[in-house]
Nanobody
């Protein structure tokens, strides 16, 4: 019912910036919250940042002050502005959506396919 499409990944030098985008498509649903997770090589997936429909956001301690999550509810799209990137930020970044279908009401959690972010010199 909902598909997530990530974009904006790439390779940058330490200290550089990237902006990730994730758009949710479908119909007859409401997005309660969306967020970004990442999975570094050889490590488990972890929350990077999330944002609710009302605009409340939270961040992992490792990215506070460097990353900013934002959203456009009309477009069901979220963004992750990543500044002052470090090599340890290298990971596959996944978009996540907590969605509510309507008529009948049902909760779903969706994942994007991921976009690679590589930070190296």
């Amino acid at each position: 019912q909902v598909q997530l499409a990530e974009s904006g990944g790439g390779s940058v030098q330490p200290g550089g910036s990237l902006r990730l985008s994730c758009s949710a498509s479908g119909n007859s649903f409401i997005i309660n919250a969306m967020g970004w997770y990442r999975q570094p090589p050889g490590k488990s997936r972890e929350l990077v940042a999330s944002i609710t429909r009302s605009g409340s956001s939270n961040y992992a301690d490792s990215v506070k002050g460097r990353f900013t999550i934002s959203r456009d509810n009309a477009k069901n799209t979220i963004y992750l502005q990543m500044n002052s990137l470090k090599p340890e930020d290298t990971a596959i970044y996944y978009c996540n959506a907590d969605a509510l279908a309507i008529e009948p009401v049902r909760r779903y959690i969706y994942w994007g396919q991921g976009t690679q972010v590589t930070v190296s010199s």
